[in-house]
């Protein structure tokens, strides 16, 4: 029986998904794309998720399309296969929830473009990234489109055109990453982070991340005018008030998602 490329799991109010090709280093096929995007809907469906972290299974998180997805298309189906393969950069983008990648080994094409694509990345000390489709006569413009929300147009033009390999080092320099751990830390890092997140009111977390991914789109005053709203809508809410009198009652707040 062939295993299955995307699995899932939960840990308290943290969803989990598995990239779950270890012998293809993770690389993207048609349904290894179609269950990765599927699990991100289920889990940003999901009452009981707050946060959700995306590892990989083996030695590395994901070295990007697996070349046998480039043979005997025509534009048309090649157009199709492109759209497939950048969905999930789409779909974290418009998801409530913060969605964080857990990186070790190689992250490299469509493997770094799902980390980019992540709300937050922590790194094993020994992570490598890199755009790297242009080394086989192919280029990373998928992966591009988060990139160049997180760095300069001269380092995005530098990574997408020599497909240079960067440490988890430079990664962190560049903003690509929060934070770099050690390898045997890896796990402990990611789940410390996510249970932080998990904490927190789910509707703040929902209203902030909707409104930072509007500031790509609108300009300063429109921006400012948009979040007020968001955030005045916010502070209506019922959590918004459990937050406010658990803190004055120096308790713990009992969120609702109301």
């Known amino acids: 029986m062939t295993a299955k490329p995307i699995l899932t799991e939960s840990q ?19 349904e290894f794309a179609r269950q990765l995007n599927a699990a991100l809907k289920d889990f940003d469906a999901d009452p009981a998720t707050r946060v959700v972290v995306i590892k990989a299974n083996g030695r ?32 974290i983008a418009r998801m409530k929830k913060p969605v964080i990648a857990m990186v070790q080994g190689y992250a490299v094409a469509n493997g770094a473009g799902l980390v980019f694509a992540s709300d937050m990345a922590v790194a094993a000390q020994s992570a490598k990234f890199g755009t790297t489709a242009i080394n086989v006569g192919l280029i990373c413009l ?20 020599t497909g240079d390999i960067i440490t988890a080092d430079q990664a962190l320099e560049l903003g690509l990453v929060n934070k770099v751990v050690p390898d045997e830390e890896l796990e402990t890092a ?20 909707q409104g930072i ?3 790509d ?18 502070c209506s809410t ?15 707040p009992q969120w609702k998602g109301k």
């Open 142 to 161: 998928g992966p591009a489109v988060p990139l160049s929300r997180l760095t300069s147009r001269k380092k995005v033009l530098e990574m997408v055109l």
């Open 60 to 91: 590395h998180f994901s070295t990007g399309i697996a070349l046998d997805q480039f043979q005997d298309k025509d534009h048309r189906r090649y157009r199709e296969l492109i759209r497939l393969m950048d969905s999930h950069n789409h779909t």
């Open 12 to 30: 308290d109010a943290v969803g989990i998904i598995i990239l779950n090709r270890p012998e293809e280093k993770n690389t993207f096929d048609v």
């Open 213 to 215: 991914y509007a500031l």
């Open 217 to 234: 789109e609108l300009p300063y005053h429109r921006a400012l005018d948009h979040l007020g709203e968001l955030f005045a809508s916010l």
């Open 190 to 209: 990611t789940m410390r982070l996510a249970r932080k997140l998990a904490a927190k009111s789910p509707l703040a977390l929902q209203i902030g991340k």
């Open 238 to 252: 019922e959590d918004a008030k459990e937050g406010l009198a658990a803190f004055s009652q120096r308790r713990q």
